[in-house]
Structure formats: structure tokens, C-alpha cells
């Protein structure tokens, strides 16, 4: 996509918080390091004079001359041979899809990326649009019509503090909507004591209609999690604790955790959570905003013939 090649790992704060397979416990990225000043500012005029069309008076006086610089080098997501910068001066057909990437860029240099970060993620990101997985969804627990245009996977552990700080963000993605469907994989992490009691509880209650009752109420008390506890939350949902005993005895409730565990491994998930949109790994920090984006983007695609490219005139 880009006229220069950058070898880079994003480091973004957002993207880096996640409960680690291999170490077991939670992990963040470390601090991003700031972006160097520009040897002088551009003005907000001469900003809109090399970028027209793109809402300058958004961009920080600070980041106006990398931004320029980012747009002037690489090329836009669509597959034009055309740079960011130039499909907007010279007005192409992919001078929607250069707003939208140059908005991107903005919005990951003031998440804290450096250029080569935001630049790195950029790629990663419209690349993942073309590499997707099927996944087998048997025995997960899904909301949201079954014909959505759009189905989000998550992978997702119980005890992970990153897991419940995504639930408000995919719970708001989904508010008035009918073309979202969400569905739920257990991935439980073995540093985490309780995790696969949690699953093989919640797998319980998904046979009996109750998965998302117990799904709040797991993580709502997500610091607490006992087999006592489980047992307690999964009578507070109106379930027989004799029966789940009686499933975990026999093994079938975790034969369907390691179903999806197994699941996840085979697509490369290393820690949770891990959300995929229609199969492609979600490459951008879980906030509502850059969730939203994808969204948009992913209906976007889809409505264009899994396309961004737009016809010359």
C-alpha cells in the first residue's frame, strides 16, 4: 500500500491491553514514544491547500506537517495507485476512501501512535479486509439476528479484566441495531484459576436459555469468581447446580470449551479478547469509536461488492 516500507509493531496502549495466553497474566503495551516535532508547523491554510477536502481544523497544530507527510507518501486502501494526498487534489473517485484513511491515521497519531505505528496499523488494518476465516460457531452463544450483515466473534475469558472492559464497548455497538449479531467463544487462560469453571458454567446455562444472565452476572462479580461463587450465580439465574455438577463430572461441558479454545488457537488467537468481524481479526484498539468505524467500513465493503474501489469517472 505504501511507497516506503516500515517494519514496525503497533504499541498503541489500547490495542496492547489484553490477558496473555503464554504469560497468564493481564499485559500492556509499553508507553508510545511521543512523535518528534516537526521542524516548523504548518498553518491550518497551508494544511487545506495540500490536503483539500480533509477537515484540517481537527488536526492539532502539532501533528499537521506528519499528517501531511503520511498523506504524501502512502497509497490509499482501495488499490489506486494514487497517494492519499493525491487523490484529494486531483478530485478521483478515491477521494472518499483517502478522507477515511487520512481520518484513521489522525485518530491513531492522537491515540499516542507514532508515525511509523499508525502506519503499520493502517495496512494491517485495510489489509485484514481480504484475509478472512470461517468460524465454527457450534455450541456458541450468539445475540442478534441470524441473517445480520454483520456477526462479531469474541474470545473471551471470564477472568480477564480486559474482557470486561470490552463488554460495554460491544454492548453499545449493538444498541439499536438489527444488522449486528454478536457471538460469545470461551477462551480461558490457564493462569486464570477460575476461567474454565466460568466457561463450563456458562455453557450450562447457554443449554438452558440463561447464557446471557450468567454472562453479566460472571462479570459482574468477575473479581470474586469461586466454584462456589459460579454455583451461587448459576441458581440466581434459576439453573440446578446438581445438574452442572453432574456435567462437569462427566467432561461434555468442557469438551465444548476446548471446542472453542481450540477454535481460537487454530485462527492465532494468543490472548483475550480477540474479536473478529465476518472472520477478519479486528486490527484496531477495541474502543466504541474505532469499533464503530470498522463497522461502518465493514457494511461499506460489503455494499461496494467486498470492495473499497470505486469506478473512474
Known sequence: MRKRTYIALLVLPLLGLACDRDSNTARAAPPPTPTPAAERTLSEEETARLLPGFPVHQVPARLRQTLVSMAEDELVHDGSPFTLAGCLRDNRPC????????????????????????????????????????????????????????????????????????????????????????????????????????????????????????????????????????????????????????????????QIVDRHRNEGLRLGVQGTPAIFINGRRLELPLTAEFLQLTLDDEIRWRANGSSFRRAER
Open 95 to 254: 477521494k472518499e476512501e483517502a478522507l477515511r484513511g487520512l481520518s484513521l491515521l489522525l485518530r491513531l497519531l492522537q491515540a499516542g501512535a507514532r508515525e511509523s505505528e499508525a502506519l503499520a496499523t493502517y495496512n494491517r488494518y485495510y489489509n485484514s479486509f481480504g484475509n478472512r476465516s470461517e468460524i465454527d460457531l457450534s455450541g456458541a452463544a450468539c445475540t442478534g439476528p441470524e441473517n445480520a450483515a454483520v456477526t462479531l466473534v469474541e474470545f473471551s475469558d471470564f477472568e480477564c479484566p480486559y474482557c470486561e472492559a470490552a463488554r460495554p464497548v460491544l454492548k453499545a455497538a449493538m444498541a439499536g441495531r438489527d444488522d449486528i449479531r454478536l457471538c460469545f467463544m470461551h477462551f480461558p487462560l490457564p493462569g486464570h484459576p477460575h476461567a474454565m469453571s466460568a466457561a463450563q458454567a456458562a455453557v450450562f446455562a447457554h443449554r438452558h436459555g440463561k447464557f446471557w444472565e450468567l454472562h453479566d452476572l460472571l462479570f459482574d462479580n468477575q473479581r470474586r469468581l469461586s466454584d462456589a461463587a459460579i454455583r451461587s450465580m448459576v441458581e440466581q439465574v434459576g439453573l440446578d447446580t446438581k445438574a452442572l455438577i453432574e456435567g462437569v463430572k462427566t467432561g461434555e461441558l468442557a
